[in-house]
T-cell receptor, first 113, second 111 residues
Framework: NAGVTQTPKFRVLKTGQSMTLLCAQD?????MYWYRQDPGMGLRLIHY???????AKGEVPDGYNVSRLKKQNFLLGLESAAPSQTSVYFC????????????FGQGTRLTVV | DQQVKQNSPSLSVQEGRISILNCDYT??????FLWYKKYPAEGPTFLIS?????DKNEDGRFTVFLNKSAKHLSLHIVPSQPGDSAVYFC??????????FGKGTRLHILP
């Protein structure tokens, strides 16, 4: 059982380039989340989704877009990467409203030069 | 403004003793609180949670206490073991379904 899988695991981008991070979960979870982790800042919520076709903004949504076209996938897009988006990105999923445990992927380390 | 605060960036505890990690929150609408553990180069893993209607939840060596009037929760680890050395994140979930995390506390278990 793979759980939550993030693709890619590492990436280096040039400023202004675009890319999409893929999160896939095989647990049939309704809720999915994207976070970024920066030194001294903890985990900050970028966007999240409470079901297929839905998305909502988190704490730091600027510069990112997301899509949840299929229940098992949650995509995070950077349209024009900036050095400030250098971070480790984590995706998580959870079963439903009252199932508070969220399962995390292994992370994607993104460097923007 | 930070809604979930972990004011101690790091904590060192002797092996076998009790580790106490603290967390404060500002939003009274949070209805679940969670603790996660994170090793380097890995994703966070869930440890234990507590509903806002309870004041204590226990799972093996881990106990979480919630003081709603003080908007404070704590995680107790007894006894502390070398494998407990990690970063611990406090998180909170409210009616809008966001899970908001604190900045984390790095726990060092000393031999």
């Amino acid at each position: 059982n793979a759980g939550v899988t993030q693709t890619p695991k590492f990436r280096v981008l040039k400023t202004g380039q675009s890319m999409t991070l893929l999160c896939a979960q095989d647990m049939n979870h309704e809720y999915m989340y994207w976070y970024r982790q920066d030194p001294g800042m903890g985990l900050r919520l970028i966007h999240y989704s409470v079901g297929e076709g839905t998305t909502a903004k988190g704490e730091v949504p600027d510069g990112y877009n997301v899509s949840r076209l299929k229940k098992q996938n949650f995509l995070l897009g950077l349209e024009s990467a900036a050095p400030s988006q250098t971070s480790v990105y984590f995706c998580a999923s959870s079963q439903a409203r009252d199932s508070v445990e969220a399962f995390f992927g292994q992370g994607t380390r993104l460097t923007v030069v | 403004d930070q809604q979930v605060k972990q004011n101690s960036p790091s904590l060192s505890v002797q092996e076998g003793r009790i580790s106490i990690l603290n967390c404060d929150y500002t939003n009274s609408m949070f209805d679940y609180f969670l603790w996660y553990k994170k090793y380097p180069a890995e994703g966070p893993t869930f440890l234990i949670s507590i509903s806002s209607i309870k004041d204590k939840n226990e799972d093996g060596r881990f106990t979480v206490f919630l003081n709603k009037s003080a908007k404070h929760l704590s995680l107790h680890i007894v006894p502390s073991q070398p494998g407990d050395s990690a970063v611990y994140f406090c998180a909170a979930k409210g009616g809008d379904d966001k899970i908001i995390f604190g900045k984390g506390t790095r726990l060092h278990i000393l031999p």
